[in-house]
């Protein structure tokens, strides 16, 4: 089974920081150690459609960001902690969402959230 356990969400003012963390472990269905090809960050704001905000690959370090995120947020992973974080610097009230992990471990993913392994998410909240 395997886990993805997202950490750092809370409550910050507009134009303050926050890093959040996920760690992932386990094996997946067919009894190999997890390993993931690439590693995303998705949020869901209330009422809204859930976006990928950025994305890593997980050989190489290829990354993507949405166009609101870009200058503000950089993912970053450890490959021997098996961690991706999302460090979100000059936030905004609009980044409030719930923000999940998500991984896929076959494809360079950059669109649509058909990844195969998910968090449980955590809360960002940014106020004005």
């Known amino acids: 089974q395997v886990q993805l356990v997202e950490s750092g969400g809370g409550l910050v003012q507009a134009g303050g920081s926050l890093r959040l963390s996920c760690v992932a472990s386990?094996?997946?269905?067919?009894?190999?150690?997890?390993?993931?090809?690439?590693m995303g960050w998705f949020r869901q704001a209330p009422g809204k459609e859930r976006e990928l905000v950025a994305a890593?690959?997980?050989?190489?370090?290829?990354?993507y960001y949405t166009d609101s995120v870009k200058g503000r947020f950089t993912i970053s992973r450890d490959n021997a902690k098996n961690t991706v974080s999302l460090q979100m610097n000059s936030l905004k009230p609009e980044d409030t969402a719930v923000y999940y992990c998500?991984?896929?471990?076959?494809?360079?993913?950059?669109?649509?959230?058909?990844?195969?392994?998910w968090g449980q998410g955590t809360q960002v909240t940014v106020s004005s």
């Open positions: 998500a991984a896929d471990v076959l494809k360079w993913r950059t669109s649509g959230d058909e990844y195969d392994y």
């Open positions: 890593i690959k997980w050989v190489g370090g290829i990354t």
């Open positions: 386990g094996r997946t269905n067919s009894g190999r150690t997890f390993s993931a090809y690439t």
